[in-house]
């Protein structure tokens, strides 16, 4: 497994070793022994989710105040691209966002820890995302965070899709701007 740290040096991307030919690939998704000594981290999932959506889907920017998720992120089918963007207020990079693209041919990971806001666009037709918290959801302490909040200035590659406007929820339409999020210290 390779780990590349990004411009947020707690936000990884991971990419598994994948073995393939003619018929096939293989790819070891998650081995907590091999992520721990990989990474340096010792965190324990405690959920898994699966979402379907379909092109032009902008999920995000969530996050929970209280019982942080951190979250391991990967597309089974299609293509997105991912966000995290640092909220915590005593971080030097607070503010700041950091992007890939996560697709089924690249089987790439991003590791996005507690404490930052998490989004995806979905760029093929469909895709079929998966990822691992560390806790369990819980709706009381969710927040959102705008996805096209010019504080943060996401770089969401709409055009480059052919993607006019994103599709969102109406939770996501009324996310706040970073300024009037409740956020971590």
Same mark, same amino acid.
């Given at each position: 497994?390779?780990?590349?740290?990004?411009?947020i040096?707690?936000?990884?991307?991971?990419?598994?070793k994948?073995?393939?030919?003619?018929?096939?690939?293989?790819?070891?998704?998650?081995?907590?022994?091999?992520?721990?000594?990989?990474?340096?981290?010792? +965190?324990?999932? +405690?959920?898994?989710?699966?979402?379907?959506?379909?092109?032009?889907?902008?999920?995000?920017?969530?996050?929970? +105040?209280?019982?942080?998720?951190?979250?391991? +992120?990967?597309?089974?089918?299609?293509?997105?691209?991912?966000v995290?963007?640092?909220?915590?207020?005593?971080?030097?990079?607070?503010?700041?966002?950091?992007?890939?693209?996560?697709?089924e041919?690249?089987?790439?990971?991003?590791?996005?820890?507690?404490?930052?806001?998490?989004?995806?666009?979905?760029?093929?037709?469909?895709?079929?995302?998966?990822?691992?918290?560390?806790?369990?959801?819980?709706?009381?302490?969710?927040?959102?965070?705008?996805?096209?909040?010019?504080?943060?200035?996401?770089?969401?590659?709409?055009?480059?899709?052919?993607?006019?406007?994103?599709?969102?929820?109406?939770?996501?339409?009324?996310?706040?701007?970073?300024?009037?999020?409740?956020?971590?210290?």
């Amino acid at each position: 497994m390779k780990v590349t740290p990004t411009a947020i040096p707690d936000v990884l991307v991971i990419e598994p070793k994948v073995f393939g030919d003619a018929r096939g690939f293989f790819l070891e998704s998650f081995n907590q022994q091999a992520f721990n000594q990989a990474t340096g981290l010792d +965190v324990q999932f +405690v959920q898994d989710n699966h979402s379907r959506s379909a092109k032009g889907v902008l999920r995000g920017l969530h996050y929970q +105040v209280r019982q942080p998720q951190g979250k391991l +992120v990967r597309v089974v089918r299609g293509a997105v691209f991912d966000v995290a963007v640092d909220i915590r207020r005593g971080s030097p990079t607070f503010g700041q966002w950091v992007g890939a693209e996560l697709t089924e041919d690249n089987h790439k990971q991003f590791w996005i820890p507690p404490g930052l806001a998490h989004g995806f666009l979905v760029l093929s037709d469909a895709a079929d995302f998966l990822y691992k918290t560390t806790d369990y959801y819980a709706p009381q302490h969710e927040q959102c965070i705008a996805w096209n909040d010019p504080a943060i200035g996401i770089d969401w590659p709409l055009a480059l899709h052919g993607i006019a406007q994103p599709r969102l929820s109406a939770k996501d339409g009324a996310g706040l701007s970073l300024a009037q999020a409740r956020t971590s210290d």
